[in-house]
Nanobody, 124 residues
Framework: QVQLVESGGGLVQAGGSLRLSCAAS????????MAWFRQAPGKEREFVAG????????RYADSVKGRFTISGDNAKITVYLQMNSLKLEDTAVYYC?????????????????WGQGTQVTVSS
C-alpha cells in the first residue's frame, strides 16, 4: 500500500505563489511516476504536472508551463509543486497521485494511489 498526504494549499492573490507538498509512504519505489492533478467545481480532474522519482523526466500541462515547477526529494520521499504567477483559473483542489510505472501519464485512470487533496484558491 502507498499513502500520499498533500499540504500547502491556501488562499493567495492573483500573481502570487504557493508551494504544495506531497509526502509519500508505504511500498513506493524509485521508479514510480508521481503527478499532480487538479479539479475545479463542475469540471473534470485534469493533469497538471508529473515527475519520475529519478528526476530524469518531467511533464507539464500547457496551461501551467513556465509558471509551475514539479520536483522530488528522494530522501524525504516528497514531491513538490511550486506554483508562481497564479491565476484565477488555477483555483481547484489539487491532488497528488502515483503509479507503479516509469511513464508519466496525464490520465487520472492510470494512477493507483491518490492523496486526499488540498484546496488552492486564487483571488483577484
Amino acid at each position: 500500500q502507498v499513502q500520499l498526504v498533500e499540504s500547502g494549499g491556501g488562499l493567495v492573490q492573483a500573481g502570487g505563489s504557493l508551494r504544495l507538498s506531497c509526502a509519500a509512504s508505504g511500498r513506493i519505489f524509485r521508479f514510480y511516476a508521481m503527478a499532480w492533478f487538479r479539479q475545479a467545481p463542475g469540471k473534470e480532474r485534469e493533469f497538471v504536472a508529473g515527475v519520475q522519482w529519478s528526476g530524469d523526466s518531467t511533464r507539464y500541462a500547457d496551461s501551467v508551463k513556465g509558471r509551475f515547477t514539479i520536483s522530488g526529494d528522494n530522501a524525504k520521499i516528497t514531491v513538490y509543486l511550486q506554483m508562481n504567477s497564479l491565476k484565477l483559473e488555477d483555483t481547484a483542489v489539487y491532488y497528488c497521485a502515483t503509479r507503479p510505472s516509469v511513464l508519466i501519464s496525464s490520465a487520472p485512470s492510470e494512477y493507483d494511489y491518490w492523496g486526499q487533496g488540498t484546496q488552492v484558491t486564487v483571488s483577484s
